[in-house]
């Protein structure tokens, strides 16, 4: 079962209907592979989430699943809005992951990698980032949740692992976040998932300040509308597997 926004729904590694796969499907399709007739998968985790969106929509539909293993990735949207308290965010989120584990299931978190240090408002957000990540891994002690630690991995310093919105995973960068799960869970996994792209060559400055406008431009204008309309990119958008079931 997994639970979450973008980066758990795949976002940006699109299967050729358009469909995100992403880590949690790749991580699924391998999981089925060892576990055999039986297996279910569910994902109900949906872009640009907040922390009580995802609580509020997704964890009731999936305790009635009555899942054995649990991926819980919340909090990322919150903490890129002006107005997050993270203390009390992740007061928040530890009473979750008792909840979660309250069922006797398994629960994965995640310590995110560092994405701000490429993108604006790193001087605000990134504290944060690093706070959240700090208490994830807090909370996954508490609670004997199993903790994949992404923050730690400099391979994710290469924007090759990126998608071109400079937020979300590219196919690789899910990929190798999928080799990690399964690390974690101590399931063989693809040794390929675990490649790096070759690092993109240096720009020159003025090529560089053209992609940075253009991507302004497509991708943080738009971001900032929908902060100032109270709108959100998943508002029309459905989870992909509401419902356990085969891979």
Known sequence: MALGDSFTEGMDDPYADGVFRGWADLVAGRLSEVSGP???YANLAIRGRLFDGIVGEQLEPALAMKPDLISFAAGANDVLRRKCDPPTLMARFDATVVRLRDTG???LLFRFADVMSRLPGNKLVAPRIRYLNQAVGEVADRNGARLVDLWHDHEYANPALWSIDRLHLSAAGHRRTAAHVLAVLGVATDPAWWDVPARPGAKSWPAARADDLAWAGRYLAP??????????SGDTVTAKRPNMGPM
């Open 38 to 40: 039986g297996f279910g």
């Open 223 to 232: 971001w900032i509308k929908r902060r100032l309309t109270g709108r959100s």
């Open 105 to 107: 299931a398994d629960v």
